[in-house]
């Protein structure tokens, strides 16, 4: 399962520094990792990642790939709750909704 993430289009974009900040108040243990094809944010403990688009240590979109069986629970909502204190929203079919 996957969750799509971003800022609105009229959002400043986040400094990386600050999405890990945001994970740590949650107490989760975050990684960010820059491979060829993109950054990564590992969270120490789980097999859950975080695909997350930056420009010189910007971002207003990711991707939460969720590992089968840490798809839901408090797990999920702390990384939900991360990111919402930054402004950022969720996004599928439907459209934009609320972390």
């Given at each position: 399962?996957?969750?799509?993430l971003?800022?609105s ?13 945001s994970?740590?108040?949650e ?10 094809w993109?950054d ?20 207003s979109?990711?991707?939460i ?5 840490e798809?839901?629970?408090e797990f999920?909502?702390c ?9 950022w ?5 439907d ?5």
């Amino acid at each position: 399962m996957e969750t799509l993430l971003k800022l609105s289009d009229t959002s400043a974009p986040s400094n990386l520094t600050e999405v890990l900040a945001s994970l740590k108040k949650e107490h989760l243990d975050p990684r960010l990792e820059s491979k060829a094809w993109g950054d990564w944010i590992y969270l120490d403990g789980y097999r859950t990642v975080i695909s997350i688009e930056s420009n010189r240590g910007l971002s207003s979109s990711a991707t939460i790939e969720y590992a089968e069986d840490e798809e839901g629970g408090e797990f999920v909502l702390c990384i939900h709750r991360a990111f919402a204190r930054l402004g950022w929203h969720g996004v599928d079919d439907d459209g934009e909704f609320p972390l």
